[in-house]
Nanobody, 116 residues
Framework: QVQLVESGGGLVQAGGSLRLSCAAS????????MGWYRQAPGKQRELVAV???????NYADSVKGRFTISRDNAKNTVYLQMNSLKPEDTAVYYC??????????WGQGTQVTVSS
């Protein structure tokens, strides 16, 4: 059974930092991309950052220079270091994993709340 277990969310003041983690287990195929998405109330889910199996990264313009995605392939774990947080970063953050062949998995989500 595939599980994506997220941790690290919480409440932080504007300008603060949080680090999200997502550990994948039960995946029998090779993991390709790992990423983070977020969904704020009343808005669509959007890409925050993604990292390929060889370490190439892509970020939403709104988080460039503030967020850093990384992964530990030995642990099947992806991280999101979030610095200089803003109230508009408040959302539920979801971990996403794609495999080869293509299967798509989602975590249960972790709440990030940034107070002004």
């Amino acid at each position: 059974q595939v599980q994506l277990v997220e941790s690290g969310g919480g409440l932080v003041q504007a300008g603060g930092s949080l680090r999200l983690s997502c550990a994948a287990s039960g995946i029998i195929f090779s993991i390709n991309t790992m990423g983070w998405y977020r969904q704020a109330p009343g808005k669509q889910r959007e890409l925050v950052a993604v990292i390929s199996s060889v370490g190439s990264t892509n970020y939403a313009d709104s988080v460039k220079g503030r967020f850093t995605i990384s992964r530990d392939n030995a642990k099947n774990t992806v991280y999101l270091q979030m610095n200089s947080l803003k109230p508009e970063d408040t959302a539920v953050y979801y971990c996403n994993v794609n495999t080869r062949p293509i299967y798509n998995y989602w975590g249960q989500g972790t709440q990030v709340t940034v107070s002004s």
